[in-house]
């Protein structure tokens, strides 16, 4: 049973005492060790995207006019809504996060909602886009297939596609995860303006997911 | 007694908040950015065939609107990296930590490029017959043009294969010399 001592009072929400782990001097020195080991696994995510993205580049010299004609293909639309649902998330991430700083429990936990919102928006709108595609025959890999004229290694363009975007929609949903992990603990009261260090780190993943997003969307959407 | 007693509480943190008016700002910006993009790749050409009457003008000038658009996306990646991941109020070990890890994804790119783009993408054949090492001579695959192609020829269609063709894309266009030079 949580003692007095643990129990931090801030306006008239109650939160849950945090103390610095027993391995750290100060609280800055754990924020600032958790933040820079954060920032080291968003540059292995970083490198992993870009390898992708240098295959991409690749193939694109290698086959423009292919690229460019698949490019036609892809429904520009659709992309447009996904990239301001992103940047839309992105901003609620952020005052999800301010509130956090300001021990604003209640809007904490909206903003951190709301932005789970925004990723389930984005992967119905991605869910009707890979099942346009299926139905036109285009999979991933040695399934391809189109019912239509296409340009030749046109399954080097859509194989990329599927990969990237999938390999993006994975981190969406682990990004969801996080924040809705976030949430049920912002809600209990375990992060206000001392302690806020999971839900800095969420953000700062679910803001790499957007920031991949805004080159994936004119990479294989708008270049042509 | 508390077996955290002994550690210090987490005060004395000093939050740094970002602004209603910075996160907003930076959404606004974002999106005009985005629609920027989007204007460039979709109404740019239809205006300059309309108007200035360039015969097709996505095409001609694809290299400038394809720069301008990754430019926006840069753009677009240096707010977020800057405002919304807030590195410009970071400590200089984690600034430094994303920008060495940038500058070594560019050398990821120069590297992969430097070899991509100095190929003879116009080889032929009897090119790689004369000059490729033995290993290489059977190859039949070289970069190209492509070429429009019907989806009746070489695909599968409801799991069954058509005219004999067989599985993989790459012989299905042996006879367009497309693909890579292995």
Request: aromatic share 16%; net charge neutral; charged share 15%.
């Amino acid at each position: 049973m949580a003692t007095e001592k643990q129990i931090t009072k801030i306006g008239n929400d109650f939160f849950k005492t945090r103390f610095v782990a027993h391995h750290f001097a100060t609280a800055d020195q754990e924020f600032d060790a958790c933040k820079f080991g954060m920032w080291m696994f968003l540059l292995t995510e970083i490198m992993l995207f870009g390898g992708l993205f240098v295959a991409w580049v690749v193939y694109r010299l290698w086959y423009p006019e292919t690229f460019k004609h698949c490019a036609q293909l892809m429904d520009w639309k659709l992309g447009l809504v996904n990239t301001c649902i992103l940047i839309l998330s992105s901003l609620t991430m952020s005052l999800a996060i301010r509130a956090v700083k300001m021990s604003d429990k209640k809007t904490a936990v909206k903003m951190m909602l709301a932005t789970v919102l925004c990723g389930a928006g984005f992967l119905i709108v991605k869910y009707f886009e890979y099942s346009h595609k299926f139905h036109l025959g285009i999979f991933p890999g040695a399934n391809f297939s189109f019912d239509g004229e296409h340009y030749s290694n046109a399954h080097h363009f859509f194989s990329l596609y599927f990969v990237m975007t999938g390999t993006h929609v994975l981190h969406v949903i682990i990004g969801m995860t996080a924040i809705l992990w976030c949430s049920y603990r912002a809600a209990r009261g375990h992060f206000y303006k001392d302690y806020y260090t999971p839900v800095e780190l969420t953000g700062m993943y679910w803001h790499l997911v957007e920031l991949i997003w805004i080159f994936l969307f004119p990479m294989f959407y708008l270049i042509k | 007694m508390s077996e955290h007693d002994h550690h210090l509480v987490e005060a004395q943190h000093e939050p740094h908040a970002i602004s209603f008016k910075a996160a907003f700002g930076v959404t606004f910006l974002l999106i005009a950015f985005t629609l920027f993009n989007v204007f460039v790749s979709v109404c740019v050409p239809h205006l300059l065939e309309k108007f200035l009457k360039v015969h097709n003008a996505a095409a001609e000038y694809s290299t400038v609107f394809n720069c301008v658009i990754m430019g926006g996306a840069t753009l677009c990646g240096v707010l977020v990296v800057g405002l919304f991941m807030h590195i410009v109020a970071d400590t200089p070990v984690n600034r430094l930590t994303f920008i060495s890890g940038t500058i070594f994804l560019g050398f990821f790119f120069l590297f992969t490029l430097s070899d991509t783009l100095t190929r003879r993408t116009q080889a032929t054949p009897e090119f790689i017959k004369d000059h490729a090492p033995a290993s290489f001579r059977n190859s039949s695959e070289i970069p190209g043009k492509a070429v429009l192609i019907p989806a009746k020829e070489g695909y599968q269609k409801n799991g069954e294969e058509i005219e004999g063709h067989g599985h993989g894309h790459d012989h299905d266009h042996g006879h367009s010399h497309e693909g890579h030079a292995h």
